[in-house]
């Protein structure tokens, strides 16, 4: 393989906990929750899907934000309107919490990198392997990437938001590759969504898959993506 494109969310850093996001907002707005009220917002939070990154939605999409949620990572605007109209069920003390929440999780303190990410990058570039971070996603996450010190190991940032393209659409795939300079045939896809990363399939690239799991509990899913590459 020449290249490997790489997932962004769930893939090579993860979103912090629903609770641990509530209760930073919360504490930026010097508003104050009990602990059993804190914790019933966030499970809340967390069944309707309002975190980006997190859970998906555990219950139907409401009927006016369904259409939005279909295409949400197609522009920035989409984005924000999908996910705050899910964090809007839930009752919370401060209106304006739902836009904080939202801005909240677009800063690099969100994140964090799985425990290789930075061992496995490293080693890509080692060994010449280009690399791309192909993300369906509403917002640029580059400052993520360089408060981690891991923006030097990526190529190409190809986000479906300034593309108005999403995955699993072999377009978006194919504009990374493009960015790259290399055979989509070359190319190996790495990621957490077998539907949506694996579209990659359908240009020839190979497809790797690994689980969507808080980084604590996945300290090495990654590194079996060396070996692919060989």
């Not at 408060?147 to 593309?163: C, K, P, R």
Request: proline share 8%; with cysteine.
């Amino acid at each position: 393989m020449a290249t490997v494109l790489f997932d962004f969310s769930g893939t090579l850093f993860r979103i912090e906990s629903t609770e641990s996001w509530l209760r930073a907002v919360l504490a930026e707005a010097e508003i104050s929750l009990t602990g059993p009220e804190l914790i019933r917002a966030a499970r809340h939070l967390e069944a309707v899907g309002a975190l980006p990154g997190g859970s998906f939605p555990s219950g139907p999409i409401p009927d006016e934000l369904a259409p939005v949620w279909e295409i949400r990572d197609k522009s920035a605007e989409l984005h924000r309107a999908a996910y705050t109209g899910l964090s809007r069920q839930v009752p919370l003390p401060d209106p304006a919490l739902h836009d904080a929440l939202y801005d909240r999780h677009m800063t690099p303190a969100a994140w964090r990198p799985y425990p290789d990410t930075a061992e496995v990058l490293g080693a890509l570039r080692e060994r010449g392997v280009a690399v791309g971070v192909v993300s369906n996603i509403g917002w640029d996450l580059r400052p993520v990437f360089r408060e981690y010190g891991l923006d030097q190991y990526v190529g190409a940032f190809i986000l479906s938001y300034e593309h108005g393209i999403q995955k699993p659409d072999p377009r978006l795939f194919a504009t990374a590759c493009d960015a790259l300079g290399v055979d989509p045939r070359e190319a190996l896809m790495v990621g957490d969504d077998r539907h949506a990363d694996g579209g990659a399939a359908a240009l020839g690239c190979g497809v790797h898959f690994v689980d969507h799991l808080p980084v604590s509990q996945r300290p090495d899913g990654l590194r079996p993506v060396l070996e692919l590459v060989g």
